[in-house]
């Protein structure tokens, strides 16, 4: 995610290469993004930070509280921190790190191809300037939708933030079901990509409700009405349900694991 905002920085010119400093502890990794994006690479978190609007931690939760460390004391008050933390709520960032600017934002993995979408709050200390400059920089990836109140986001990771692994998971079920049927694989990869792919662009471009989509392609007594009735027997709607629930109850619980 933290290379998906920088090729969105990039991509959208919001900035230049000779503006971006990344930090890493993977001398192969900070060779790779130098080559490919021309952009300044340390193993130092202070030097990364030094003079830097924006400070985005892009870090898996298990390591947040080392770099937090490293980072207390060094922030000033224009800087103002934006996290992609996984479930690492704001009060561990303003403790840690004792600075209290800071943005939290879930995107999620179609950021890569900039049609990601990003729920994100921010601290009271965030000035208007710099959640229009966050707002901006999670534009660039996709679409974002900004909450008052940072328990959003636990049910933001739950809903889009996990939710490519769902229409993954329903992709590869209904390419192994036409398969079951007798279709060729390579056809019937073909097929579910194009009808996803379809049918979300015809849900983003029209003005109807999902339901109503779903009935204009229900015909009485046809053979998705059967289909659908065979999900609804299943009880996919409340599978559903418990899949958002399961997730949005283990986003709370890696919010709550002291580091």
Same mark, same amino acid.
């Given at each position: 995610?933290?290379?998906?905002?920088?090729?969105?920085?990039?991509?959208?010119? %919001?900035? +230049? @290469?000779?503006?971006?400093?990344? !930090?890493?502890?993977?001398e192969p990794r900070r060779q790779y993004l130098k080559k490919q994006y021309r952009i300044t690479v340390?193993?130092?978190?202070?030097?990364?930070?030094?003079?830097?609007?924006?400070?985005?931690?892009?870090?898996? @939760?298990?390591?947040?509280?080392?770099?937090?460390?490293?980072?207390?004391?060094?922030?000033?008050?224009?800087?103002?921190? %934006?996290?992609?933390?996984?479930?690492?709520?704001?009060?561990?960032?303003?403790k840690g790190v004792g600075h209290h600017k800071v943005v939290r934002a879930m995107p999620n993995t179609?950021?890569?191809?900039?049609?990601?979408?990003?729920?994100? *709050?921010?601290?009271?200390?965030?000035?208007?300037?710099?959640?229009?400059?966050?707002?901006?920089?999670?534009?660039?990836?996709?679409?974002?939708?900004?909450?008052?109140?940072?328990?959003?986001?636990?049910?933001?990771?739950?809903?889009?933030?996990?939710? @490519?692994?769902?229409?993954?998971?329903?992709?590869?079920? %209904?390419?192994?079901?036409?398969?079951?049927?007798?279709?060729?694989?390579?056809?019937?990869?073909?097929?579910?990509?194009?009808?996803? %792919?379809?049918?979300?662009?015809?849900?983003?471009? !029209?003005?109807?409700?999902?339901?109503?989509? +779903?009935?204009?392609? *229900?015909?009485?007594?046809?053979?998705?009405? +059967?289909?659908?009735?065979?999900?609804?027997?299943?009880?996919?709607?409340?599978?559903v349900a418990k899949a958002l629930q399961a997730a949005y109850k283990r986003a709370i619980e890696l919010?709550?694991?002291?580091?």
């Amino acid at each position: 995610m933290g290379e998906a905002i920088l090729t969105a920085l990039l991509r959208n010119e %919001l900035c +230049r @290469p000779t503006d971006i400093s990344v !930090s890493d502890v993977s001398e192969p990794r900070r060779q790779y993004l130098k080559k490919q994006y021309r952009i300044t690479v340390t193993a130092n978190n202070q030097q990364a930070v030094k003079d830097k609007e924006v400070i985005v931690l892009a870090v898996k @939760p298990q390591h947040i509280k080392e770099v937090l460390a490293d980072l207390k004391g060094q922030l000033k008050a224009g800087q103002f921190i %934006l996290s992609i933390a996984a479930g690492v709520k704001i009060s561990t960032i303003t403790k840690g790190v004792g600075h209290h600017k800071v943005v939290r934002a879930m995107p999620n993995t179609p950021a890569q191809i900039g049609l990601g979408i990003s729920g994100w *709050t921010a601290t009271k200390d965030v000035n208007a300037v710099q959640k229009k400059l966050a707002r901006t920089i999670l534009g660039a990836m996709g679409k974002e939708i900004y909450f008052a109140n940072e328990k959003y986001l636990d049910m933001v990771t739950a809903v889009s933030g996990s939710g @490519p692994a769902y229409v993954y998971l329903f992709a590869e079920s %209904l390419i192994d079901g036409a398969v079951g049927l007798g279709l060729k694989r390579q056809d019937a990869e073909a097929l579910v990509l194009q009808t996803i %792919l379809g049918a979300a662009n015809l849900m983003d471009k !029209s003005s109807k409700a999902p339901a109503d989509l +779903r009935r204009e392609v *229900t015909s009485k007594g046809g053979t998705t009405e +059967r289909a659908l009735a065979a999900f609804e027997e299943s009880k996919l709607p409340g599978i559903v349900a418990k899949a958002l629930q399961a997730a949005y109850k283990r986003a709370i619980e890696l919010g709550n694991i002291k580091s």
